[in-house]
């Protein structure tokens, strides 16, 4: 029997595997939802009361964030006053004079074309004042004249007053009159010292009204490029629109004060002319200038006019003034300046009156003066920064951002397919 040797067993040879890249871990697997029973709920978050409380609240505190805020703005205008109010009348100097100035620029280079502007302006005020002050000067000698005369006549009507028969005769009342401000002579003096402070203050601001002024015509634009650089660069765009809002608006009412002013002007010369008073065109200028100055500028207007008018004519021709002028200057408050400023800076009559009420019980004469301008440049550049804001909120929802370019999707990776490749 032969023995055969047994083969030797040889181990299947196997491919090597290429080396595995470790997989991330598979997120936690939800438990799957039980047939016919509801998913379960995440609980909300607790809140406080009812929506409309806090809703309430937040509006709460986001107007007596805004109070706060008016607030430090007027205390911190209270400590540099004459600062505020100059750069204040530097803005309207340089709103009236930009346009003069374009014009001297098509002929003449840009500096000497301001300062040009600016002279004619200073020419303009000059010639109107010089010519109203000669002609009263012309006049003085036959005005004083008549009126003492007028004077006179005045207090013959008021002693034939039953009512006012019994308090003595004109000399008494001038007696009276004297003996009082003797007495009061102190007060008067201590206030006329606080008017020449107030004057010498208020020479300082016009002061420097003219020298910002003169930086403002020749180098306004490249005061603004550089303010503009503290703004973030994608927001360039929205601050420009607002800024140029804003002094579009504050433009146009400075503008529009201009155009009412000549109204009032031109009104009460016509006035005064068709009903006799001497020094007709002079007053109609005095109006022109007094508009210029709210509250005071007016009254000192309609106090001039009848006091002339008093002295030329008598009383009677002085009450009928007096009537006409609060009938020119109520077209002024209720007529043109709702009419031409309120459409200049889009405020409606009724928030007018309530902006220089508050105006006035703020800040006095000064809130008054400012009230309006500031509100409507206050709301041209809010409604401009909400108008655009609306604008680039679908940009942004897409992710595209104002003034960049949208993100470049990065190219795969090598040995990998693409995205829209991968199935």
């Not at 002609?135 to 005045?154: H, M």
Request: glycine share 10%.
């Amino acid at each position: 029997m032969a023995m055969t040797a047994d083969a030797p067993t040889v181990a299947p040879t196997t491919a090597a595997e290429p080396p595995t890249t470790p997989r991330p871990a598979a997120p936690e697997q939800v438990p799957a939802q039980v047939a016919g029973q509801a998913p379960e709920q995440t609980p909300p978050p607790a809140t406080f009361g009812a929506p409309w409380i806090r809703t309430t609240g937040e509006l709460a505190w986001k107007l007596v964030g805004i109070v706060a805020a008016v607030a430090i703005v007027f205390y911190v205008v209270g400590l540099v006053q004459v600062v505020f109010v100059a750069l204040f009348l530097a803005l309207v100097f340089t709103t009236v004079l930009l346009p003069l100035g374009d014009l001297y620029d098509r002929v003449m280079p840009r500096g000497l074309a301001m300062a040009a502007s600016l002279l004619t302006a200073v020419l303009a005020v000059g010639a109107l004042v010089t010519y109203v002050v000669t002609s009263v000067v012309s006049r003085w000698e036959d005005l004083a004249t008549e009126f003492g005369s007028g004077l006179t006549d005045l207090a013959g009507l008021l002693t034939g007053i039953p009512m006012l028969a019994g308090l003595g005769t004109p000399g008494e009342w001038l007696a009276d009159g004297g003996a009082w401000l003797q007495a009061n002579a102190g007060d008067y003096a201590g206030t006329a010292a606080e008017s020449a402070g107030s004057i010498a203050e208020g020479a300082t601001a016009v002061v420097l009204a003219i020298f910002c002024t003169v930086f403002f015509l020749t180098q306004g634009s490249r005061m603004w490029r550089w303010a503009l650089d503290f703004v973030p660069a994608d927001r360039h765009d929205r601050w420009e629109a607002a800024a140029t809002a804003g002094w579009t608006a504050f433009s146009g009412f400075t503008r529009g004060m201009f155009f009412v002013a000549l109204s009032d002007g031109i009104l009460a010369g016509i006035f005064l002319s068709v009903v006799g008073v001497p020094l007709a065109l002079p007053l109609s200028v005095v109006v022109f200038l007094g508009a210029f100055i709210p509250m005071i500028g007016p009254v000192a207007a309609i106090v001039i006019s009848v006091l002339v008018a008093l002295a030329a004519k008598g009383p009677v021709l002085a009450l009928v003034v007096l009537i006409g002028m609060v009938v020119v200057a109520q077209i002024d408050a209720n007529v043109l300046q709702p009419l031409i400023t309120g459409k200049q800076v889009s405020l409606h009559p009724v928030v007018m009156a309530l902006v220089v009420a508050a105006g006035s019980v703020l800040g006095g004469l000064l809130g008054a003066v400012v009230a309006v301008p500031l509100a409507g440049v206050t709301w041209a550049v809010f409604s401009t920064l909400r108008r655009t804001a609306q604008e680039a909120a679908p940009a942004a929802a897409h992710g595209v951002t104002r003034g960049t370019a949208p993100e470049a999707v990065p190219d795969p990776a090598p040995g990998t397919a693409a995205p829209h490749e991968a199935d």
